[in-house]
């Protein structure tokens, strides 16, 4: 099944960007739609992006639309979250996953703070 190694994450004040990386194995990732999850302290994990294989169609909940874009380079086995306008209540492990089956990656920690 395929793996992920989620990467990218770090400390950033409000307003400013983020991109997160998940590197895929075990598998080809143009084999696969992706998701973007997170999970913030004391809350559930929730999905937040949906990309299709070819990433032709994607998918943002409402608390990251217009914000936060997904792409993926299939020749790389990568996929990218890009993030911009960040807010405090962004602040989570961020997670990538196959949309279908796969394993949960360790994830990556985002902090936005002043």
């Known amino acids: 099944q395929l793996q992920v190694v989620e990467s990218g994450g770090g400390l950033v004040q409000p307003g400013g960007s983020l991109r997160l990386s998940c590197v895929v194995s075990?598998?080809?990732?143009?084999?696969?739609?992706m998701s973007w999850f997170r999970q913030a302290p004391g809350k559930e994990r929730e999905k937040i992006s949906c990309i299709s294989r070819s990433g032709t169609s994607t998918f943002y909940a409402d608390s990251v639309e217009g914000r936060f874009t997904a792409s993926r380079d299939n020749a790389k086995n990568t996929l990218y979250l890009q993030m911009t306008d960040l807010k405090p209540e962004d602040t989570a492990v961020y997670y990538c996953?196959?949309?279908?089956?796969?394993?949960w990656g360790q994830g990556t920690q985002v902090t936005v703070t002043s």
């Open positions: 075990g598998g080809t990732l143009e084999d696969y739609a």
């Open positions: 996953k196959a949309y279908f089956g796969g394993h």
